[in-house]
């Protein structure tokens, strides 16, 4: 009789025992379900469940005091992030007024008959403010970026095109640097559904950064596989190092050797978050000094 009470207990331990767990599985899954809508929803709302554990109670209560810790830090981090960007808005605005009447004296100077060295003064000043202006002109596309102003006009446009175009304008700046790109673009057209000033702009910035920081090897090529397009930037580089390489699309980057260059450091991050916006990829490699910048567009499923 002694045997069959001790069995008796120990099936009804067994069953309370797997009840309980099988609650607290729910109520875990429950909690997980909560925790994933309030993840993809900008809302207030605390995560609530109707139990009598008092192990769950003050789990969810932790919970929710960790929610509350995120949301705060959220909204002082958009906060900032907000005042920076209207911060660099308003200083590209105030001094672009004052460099363009500068750029306009400096364009009547150029005219006048200036001696030898007063031309090449006024030359060094009129390069000068354009490198300024080119630098404050990205600040102020940053944060239109950012801020998510910028509206894309979706269309069919022809990748290579694009890239001959932007290439077309650079001539005379590869030939300043004494180097002849080796470029690879098919006659056959590459049709992406996207914005033409977007994927220029973005072009025009890896161009651009490849000759402000490249020693030559200069190599663009354009290719396609089945399903997507592949546009591959590269040349030789000493000031790029494999740690710049995780950080090269950040904002206001710049590797340590090319700090003297002057430059915002925008380019790239610019030509991330566009490409972002695209439905493309952006990414940097780096291998014996031959630093790689590719982009890759998924074709469009109605193009295969």
Same mark, same amino acid.
């Given at each position: 009789m002694i045997l069959i009470t001790y069995s008796f207990i120990a099936t009804i331990a067994s069953i309370y025992f797997l009840s309980?767990?099988?609650? %607290?599985?729910?109520?875990?899954?429950?909690?997980r379900k909560k925790l994933i809508y309030l993840e993809q929803r900008d809302t207030q709302k605390e995560i609530t469940l109707g *139990? !009598? %554990?008092?192990?769950?109670?003050?789990?969810i209560e932790s919970l929710n005091t960790l929610l509350g810790k995120y949301r705060n830090t959220g909204h002082k981090i958009e906060s900032k992030n907000n005042a920076f960007r209207e911060t660099i808005t308003s200083l590209s605005h105030d001094l672009r007024t004052p460099l363009t009447t500068a750029n306009g004296y400096i364009q009547l100077l150029s005219e006048e008959d200036l001696s030898g060295e007063q031309l090449e003064h006024v030359l060094i000043i009129e390069e000068r403010i354009t490198a300024v202006k080119k630098l404050l002109d990205q600040l102020f596309e940053f944060a239109r970026v950012e801020a998510d102003e910028l509206e894309l006009n979706n269309e069919p446009i022809d990748l290579n095109n694009v890239l001959r175009d932007t290439l077309a304008t650079y001539y005379i700046d590869f030939e300043k640097k004494g180097f002849v790109p080796t470029i690879s673009i098919p006659n056959e057209p590459f049709i992406i559904f996207g914005d033409k000033e977007a994927i220029k702009r973005v072009f025009s910035n890896v161009v651009y950064n $490849?000759?402000?920081?490249?020693e030559g090897n200069y190599v663009i090529h354009s290719t396609q596989g089945n399903r997507r397009y592949t546009i591959s930037f !590269? %040349?030789? !580089? !000493? *000031?790029?190092?494999?740690?710049?390489?995780?950080?090269?699309?950040?904002?206001?980057? *710049? *590797?340590d050797k090319s700090r003297s260059?002057?430059?915002?450091?925008?380019?790239? $991050?610019? $030509?991330?978050?566009?490409?972002e916006k695209t439905g493309g990829d952006i990414t940097a490699s780096l291998e014996n000094k031959n630093f790689s910048i590719t982009i890759v567009f998924e074709k469009d499923p109605s193009i295969w």
């Open positions: 309980a767990l099988l609650l %607290n599985q729910r109520q875990i899954k429950e909690v *139990t !009598s %554990n008092k192990e769950m109670i003050a789990f $490849a000759l402000l920081y490249g !590269s %040349n030789h !580089s !000493s *000031t790029v190092l494999e740690e710049d390489i995780t950080h090269i699309f950040d904002r206001f980057y *710049t *590797t260059k002057k430059t915002t450091g925008l380019g790239l $991050a610019i $030509a991330k978050r566009l490409i």
